[in-house]
């Protein structure tokens, strides 16, 4: 299986951007997928979940700004990032747990200019 996301760019606070990762195979076949970043300087950490159930979770620092969502169809997942922080600024990382193996994308960088 591949990830491969895409989507990341330079843009002022209070921007937006929505990060892609396609998937060589079928979304339906994780347990979890989700987004994480590593800031500059910094360990990665868990930005935004979705589970095999259609339930997700958010880091605080995100919650009620970011929204994961998927499209099984596509083999697509999203994170749509909105009120963009300077902070936000890291490379971007999908990622998808098959029940025994996970899987990384190569990560996408998010800049936000204050």
């Known amino acids: 299986v591949q990830l491969q996301a895409f989507g990341g760019g330079l843009v002022q606070a209070g921007g937006s951007l929505r990060l892609s990762c396609s998937a060589s195979?079928?979304?339906?076949?994780?347990?979890?997928m989700g987004w994480y970043r590593q800031p500059p300087g910094k360990q990665r950490e868990t930005v935004a979940s979705?589970?095999?159930?259609?339930?997700?979770s958010y880091t605080d620092s995100v919650k009620g700004r970011f929204i994961i969502s998927r499209d099984n169809v596509k083999d697509t997942l999203y994170i749509q990032m909105n009120s963009l922080k300077p902070e936000d600024t890291a490379v971007y990382y999908c990622?998808?747990?098959?029940?025994?193996?996970?899987?990384w994308g190569r990560g996408t960088l998010v800049t936000v200019s204050s």
């Open positions: 195979g079928s979304l339906s076949s994780f347990l979890i």
């Open positions: 979705i589970f095999g159930s259609g339930a997700t």
């Open positions: 990622g998808a747990f098959s029940g025994s193996t996970w899987y």
